[in-house]
T-cell receptor, first 113, second 116 residues
């Protein structure tokens, strides 16, 4: 079965410091991996996805993610965190040809001034 | 484009009452989904649809029904609401035909439902 896991419930980082949100995957075949962000009282917003090609994927709001096949990971990164990056982050992968997603449990990011 | 919209935004029901949540998308997407989000439980799929007139059960379908009479609308019904259905409900849509497996889902703003 296709699945992703987010090992951290919460990540705390000071503004200006690098931010990393971890995601590992278990996928048979070619992995398709997604990151979403959810700001308070809002719906999920798409950040980026890995389909194939370059292992470093660039997305919205200055985020990027690194695909690592040997470590089965797809970590989300931002070089310099902002207070406004405080939100809930989900990684996801499709589980069937109808595009149903399996979402990770989510990681709460708290960026302090 | 408005994207994915949901009505209502908030609702309070008493146990046993019924209601319908409406999801509308203007992106001509084939696939639509209903999720619920609960603290500590992440996002769980309730029902989904891969085209007009079709629906299928997701992970937690009990107590809910859905209909997709028009391609742009996906309705979620609660026939007899229970306190366990207190949650935030999200609708999402996705282009299905070209590159369906790796297209992203687009989410609505959510409906916050409380059942007393």
């Amino acid at each position: 079965a296709q699945s992703v896991a987010q090992p951290e419930d919460q990540v705390n980082v000071a503004e200006g410091n690098p931010l990393t949100v971890k995601c590992t995957y278990s996928v048979s075949g070619n992995p398709y991996l997604f990151w979403y962000v959810q700001y308070p009282n809002r719906g999920l917003q798409f950040l980026l996805k890995y389909i194939t090609g370059d292992n470093l994927v660039k997305g919205s709001y200055g985020f990027e993610a690194e695909f690592n096949k040997s470590q089965t990971s797809f970590h989300l990164k931002k070089p310099s965190a902002l207070v406004s990056d405080s939100a809930l982050y989900f990684c996801a992968t499709p589980t069937d040809s109808w595009g149903k997603f399996q979402f990770g449990a989510g990681t709460q990011v708290v960026v302090t001034p | 484009n408005a994207g994915v919209t949901q009505t209502p935004k908030f609702r309070v029901l008493k146990t046993g009452q019924s209601m319908t949540l409406l999801c509308a998308q203007d992106m001509n997407h084939e696939y639509m989904y209903w999720y619920r989000q609960d603290p500590g439980m992440g996002l769980r799929l309730i029902h989904y649809s891969v085209g007009e007139g079709t629906t299928a059960k997701g992970e937690v379908p009990d107590g809910y029904n859905v209909s997709r009479l028009k391609k742009q609308n996906f309705l979620l019904g609660l026939e007899s609401a229970a306190p366990s259905q207190t949650s935030v409900y999200f609708c999402a849509s996705k282009a299905g035909l070209a590159g369906g497996l790796y297209n992203e889902q687009f989410f609505g703003p959510g409906t916050r439902l409380t059942v007393l």
